[in-house]
């Protein structure tokens, strides 16, 4: 069963504050690093939002150095905003 995340938070907007959701998990652990998170449509689910939204919120994600995303694979957790090493491989992820 999908859970459904409040997007309550007044002053932002919809992909800033979904970063935010998933921010908190990653820095909290819930997420950790190479963890993938969950795919676009799973989150379009969880959040009640479209498509375009997750996207910006990814964006942003990945522009504050906490993720980085794969066109076809998906997008997982980096740490210090470092990127999942790619010479080692997405084996290790």
Request: proline fraction near 3%; aromatic fraction near 6%.
């Amino acid at each position: 069963m999908a859970r459904r995340t409040a997007l309550s938070t007044p002053g932002t907007g919809k992909p800033e504050r979904i970063a935010t959701v998933l921010e908190h998990e990653i820095r909290s652990g819930v997420l950790g690093f190479g963890d993938r998170l969950q795919s676009e449509n799973e989150l379009v689910q969880r959040f009640s939002v479209s498509r375009n939204t997750i996207r910006k919120g990814l964006e942003e994600l990945s522009s504050r150095g906490l993720i980085t995303t794969k066109v076809g694979i998906g997008s997982f957790v980096t740490f210090d905003g470092m990127p999942v090493d790619d010479a080692v491989g997405w084996s290790r992820a």
